[in-house]
């Protein structure tokens, strides 16, 4: 049933299974992690944080 191994077909998938997942959660992760580092270090509110973030780009 399952007799043949295809090298080039199983590095596609991997590359799928290991980089599409990541560069999905990449800016997502980075986002939050950037927001909560303002807020916890900085001392500045959400709100302050929101609109520096719509004036510049992290």
């Given at each position: 049933?399952?007799?043949?191994f295809?090298?080039?077909e199983a590095l596609i998938v991997a590359?799928?299974?290991a980089i599409?997942?990541?560069?999905l959660?990449?800016?997502s992760i980075n986002r939050l992690l950037r927001q909560r580092w303002k807020l916890l270090?900085?001392?500045t509110s959400y709100e302050d944080f929101y609109n520096c973030?719509?004036?510049f780009s992290l």
């Amino acid at each position: 049933m399952f007799r043949r191994f295809y090298p080039v077909e199983a590095l596609i998938v991997a590359i799928v299974l290991a980089i599409v997942p990541y560069l999905l959660l990449w800016g997502s992760i980075n986002r939050l992690l950037r927001q909560r580092w303002k807020l916890l270090y900085l001392g500045t509110s959400y709100e302050d944080f929101y609109n520096c973030s719509q004036t510049f780009s992290l």
